[in-house]
Nanobody, 121 residues
């Protein structure tokens, strides 16, 4: 089993910064992608950013230039540095881990419990 534990959410003023962290534990295959999704009240869950084992990154357009995703493979941890935050960034942020079992090719997706980010004056 894989567990993902997020931290770093909170209340911040517009233009401020926050850094989210997500630590993975349990039985993890050597190759995996980690990322972040978010869900605002009344909205569906949306992709924010992802980073592969080779540190290739991908972002949703609305956060490009403001958010930076990074990872520490030794610590099995992914980070999301969020700068120039806007009220529309307010949401519950979820950490994800995607991996494929080498012997079977079966994909596995895991989710954290979520951490609240509120951007408000």
């Amino acid at each position: 089993q894989v567990q993902l534990v997020e931290s770093g959410g909170g209340l911040v003023q517009p233009g401020g910064s926050l850094r989210l962290s997500c630590a993975a534990s349990g039985s993890i295959f050597s190759i995996y992608t980690m990322g972040w999704y978010r869900q605002a009240p009344g909205n569906g869950r949306e992709f924010v950013a992802q980073i592969t084992i080779a540190s290739t990154t991908n972002y949703r357009d609305s956060v490009k230039g403001r958010f930076t995703i990074s990872r520490d493979n030794g610590k099995r941890t992914v980070y999301l540095q969020m700068n120039s935050l806007k009220p529309e960034d307010t949401a519950v942020y979820y950490c994800t881990l995607h991996t494929v079992q080498p012997s079977t090719g079966v994909a596995h997706d895991y989710w954290g419990q979520g951490t609240q980010v509120t951007v408000s004056s």
